[in-house]
T-cell receptor, first 114, second 108 residues
C-alpha cells in the first residue's frame, strides 16, 4: 500500500459525458501527479501540482483539467469524453519538487467510455 | 525528440539474472528511475540513479551512463513474483517521460 488513494476504482460512462477522478496523496506529500495509461500509449504524464499550484504540464488535452485543493487532495476532470479516453488513470505523489523521480502511485481509476 | 527505448519483452528463467536496457534520445535530465508494474496494479518505484554508475538495492541494481545515453535494470535470483512490466523514466523540463515498458516473463 503506497498510501495514495484514488476513487472511484472503476468508472463506466458514455461518450460526451464528464467525470471527476479523485486522489488523496500520501500524508505529508505536497506534489501530486496525474497519468494516463492505455495499452498503445504506455504511461503518459498529464499534469503536476505542487502545494496547490500547477507545476508542470504534459500531454494533457484541453478537455481535461485538474486542481489541487488546500487539503492537498486533487481532482482530475475529464469532459466531452471520447472512446479513446478509456484508460487507467493514475495519481502519484511525492514529498516535494526535487523528487519527481521518486513517486508513489495510487491504485488507479479504470475509466471505460462506451 | 525525447524518447526512452526499452525492449518490449524479455524472457528469463527462475533463479537466473536478467538485464533490462533503457536507451534514450534526450539530454538535460537529472537522473534515471525505474518502476515495476504488475498486471492490474500500480507502478511501484524501484530505484533512481542520479549519477553515473551502479546503484544496488537488494536483488535489484540499476546502472546509468550518460556518455552512452544508456541505463539498465539488473534483476538477480529471479523469482516468479518478478514477472511484471518494468519502466524507465526521466524528468526533463519539469515533465516526466516514461519508456513504454518491458514485459518480463519468467519461466520455472
Amino acid at each position: 500500500d503506497s498510501g495514495v488513494t484514488q476513487t472511484p476504482k472503476h468508472l463506466i460512462t458514455a461518450t460526451g459525458q464528464r467525470v471527476t477522478l479523485r486522489c488523496s496523496p500520501r500524508s505529508g506529500d505536497l506534489s501530486v501527479y496525474w497519468y494516463q495509461q492505455s495499452l498503445d500509449q504506455g504511461l503518459q504524464f498529464l499534469i503536476q501540482y505542487y502545494n496547490g499550484e500547477e507545476r508542470a504540464k504534459g500531454n494533457i488535452l484541453e478537455r481535461f483539467s485538474a486542481q489541487q485543493f488546500p487539503d492537498l487532495h486533487s481532482e482530475l476532470n475529464l469532459s466531452s469524453l471520447e472512446l479513446g479516453d478509456s484508460a487507467l488513470y493514475f495519481c502519484a505523489s511525492s514529498p516535494g519538487l526535487a523528487d519527481r523521480d521518486t513517486q508513489y502511485f495510487g491504485p488507479g481509476t479504470r475509466l471505460t467510455v462506451l | 525528440g525525447q524518447s526512452l527505448e526499452q525492449p518490449s519483452e524479455v524472457t528469463a528463467v527462475e533463479g537466473a539474472i536478467v538485464q533490462i536496457n533503457c536507451t534514450y534520445q534526450t539530454s538535460g535530465f537529472y537522473g534515471l528511475s525505474w518502476y515495476q508494474q504488475h498486471d492490474g496494479g500500480a507502478p511501484t518505484f524501484l530505484s533512481y540513479n542520479a549519477l553515473d554508475g551502479l546503484e544496488e538495492t537488494g536483488r535489484f541494481s540499476s546502472f546509468l551512463s550518460r556518455s552512452d545515453s544508456y541505463g539498465y535494470l539488473l534483476l538477480q535470483e529471479l523469482q516468479m513474483k518478478d514477472s511484471a512490466s518494468y519502466f524507465c523514466a526521466v524528468v526533463r523540463d519539469d515533465k516526466i517521460i516514461f519508456g513504454k515498458g518491458t514485459r518480463l516473463h519468467i519461466l520455472p
